[in-house]
């Protein structure tokens, strides 16, 4: 009688592989089935085994795709960075442009503080100088009057 392979691996299929597994090594198929049952078995491995090929390639894929993305999304970061660095590079320029007038700003302030302050020396000097000659003015005033006057009282 020939065995029906369909019908015999509905029923295997049906117990599943690891009771399949059992009734082999109990010797519960006979000899006419086993070459079936090894066949079956290695059917559901090599399915198994595409399954886990599959994920795996596809996992590859995935990892591929993001390692892409990845580099696309460094590439543009790096393009900003250098971006950055020139905007940096200019902003100092203009920094030590800044530094210099404002050095150059300090010193004329300085000088005019210098002028300023002779300035003012020369002109209290001068004031000086003024109230002085008021003096001799007065004291010349006041000898004439008194040259004057004492001949009068003589």
Known sequence: MAIDKEQLWRSLSEA???????????????????????????????????????????????????AREANAIAREASKSAAAASDSAREANAIAREANELARAANTTSLATAVATSDAATTARSARDISLYACIAATVAAIAAIASIAIPIFK
Do not use: C
């Open 16 to 66: 599943g592989e690891p009771k399949v597994r059992e009734n082999l090594a109990q010797k519960i198929y006979g000899e006419a089935k086993i070459p079936l049952v090894k066949e079956w078995l290695h059917q559901q491995e090599t399915s198994r085994s595409e399954a886990v090929a599959s994920r795996t390639e596809a996992r590859e894929e995935s990892s591929i795709s993001i």
